[in-house]
Every structure is written in C-alpha cells, then in structure tokens.
C-alpha cells in the first residue's frame, strides 16, 4: 500500500500515566488533528458482547489485548469514522493513543499508518504516574487502574514489550516531550513538536 493510501498519523507514546489520552484529547480539539485512543473504544464496548468479554479477559488483568484483535477493532472503527466524516484524512492528521503498542504491531499497522512523528512522553518517577493512575481510577471509575498490582504490572509491560516500539522509528521523527508539568506547559511542547508535521500535510494537500 503506497503512503497516499495510508492514514498520515502522529503517534503519542509513553508509559502508562504519562498524559497520552490527556494530551491526545486535548490535541483533538484542534482543527486539523483527530485524536483516536484505543483504550477509549475498547472501553466504549458493550461489556456483555463476545468482543467485550475478550477484551475485559485481558484488560482486567493488566494484560494487552492480542494484537491481531486490537488492530482488528482499530480498523474498524476508524474506517466508520472515515465514513461518517468525522474523521477526514484529507484534512486530519491522526492522533493515535495506544497503538501500535508493540513491535508485532508496528509490523501490523504498515499498511494502513504513514506515522510522520513520534511524541515520546516521558515522566522522571514512576511512582508519581502511579499516584497519577490510581487519582484518575477514582476520578474517572475505571477499574483498570484501581489495583495497585495491575497498575505496576502495567508498567512491567511496557518496559519489556512497548518500549522497544521506538526502536522501529527513526530518531529524526521521535520528539521526547518531558511529561512531569501541568496539562498547558506539555501540550506547549508537543505543539512544537506537531505543528510543522501539521503545516507540511497541509501543504502537501493543497499540491495534490
């Protein structure tokens, strides 16, 4: 599949409560951006169905959801977006939160991803994105991060299997973004990131 076929993207990374589906959504609401987390449509799955019930097997335990079905329901529901217009790639560049989530996946992904830049979240403590999580599980009322033990289980996965993710990009499209300030000063520095990947799609549109 040639890039003109492929969703130009930009790829929010990092460890669990770094900020992705903060900064994601914040950079959404930007004209010219359409953010789409995973973990938001695996959530906004109807529990009781067959995929629900797959997906909670392994969410509930802090484990990743197979690849092949994650990239499955991906696939899915960004080609319903495309259909209803909400999502317009001649226009947008995708926000992606979640995936790929390791390297299988990156692999997975080709033929539908151009990602143009990685933006690597990165937090100096551990324990603070922890403290950070379990806030949120009680802000938000997901179960997912209540439990300590799947909270630090989550952490062990993405050191030994979605950290060497970067490893599959090059290092003149990965920005490291320090993630320990406030929502406005992080977003400021991914801002500085996107922006001329946003102004050169939006250039290249305009030519084709």
């Not at 589906?21 to 973990?39: A, D, E, R, W």
């Not at 226009?91 to 995936?99: A, K, M, N, S, Y």
């Not at 599959?168 to 000063?185: L, M």
């Amino acid at each position: 599949m040639d890039n003109s076929s492929r969703y130009r993207s930009i790829l929010l990374f990092g460890p669990p409560g770094a900020g992705k589906g903060t900064q994601g959504k914040i950079l959404g609401s930007v004209p010219g951006f359409f953010h789409l987390s995973v973990g938001d449509v695996f959530r906004s799955i109807d529990i009781g169905s067959p995929t629900g019930q797959q997906i909670y097997k392994y969410t509930s335990n802090g484990q990743l959801v197979p690849d092949e079905l994650t990239v499955e329901i991906w696939k899915k529901t960004v080609d319903a977006y495309v259909a209803l217009s909400t999502y317009k790639p001649r226009e947008d560049l995708l926000v992606l939160d979640g995936i790929p989530r390791n390297v299988a996946q990156t692999e997975l992904v080709k033929d539908h991803l151009d990602i143009l830049q990685v933006v690597s979240l990165s937090c100096e403590s551990e324990e603070d994105m922890i403290l950070r999580m379990r806030r949120r599980a009680i802000r938000e009322n997901r179960a997912d991060d209540a439990n300590e033990d799947v909270i630090r289980s989550r952490f062990r996965i993405f050191h030994s299997v979605s950290k060497p993710v970067l490893e599959c990009y090059s290092d003149e499209i990965i920005s490291t973004v320090e993630a320990d300030g406030s929502p406005a000063e992080v977003f400021q520095k991914i801002l500085t990131a996107v922006v001329p990947i946003q102004n050169k799609h939006f250039q290249d549109q305009y030519k084709s």
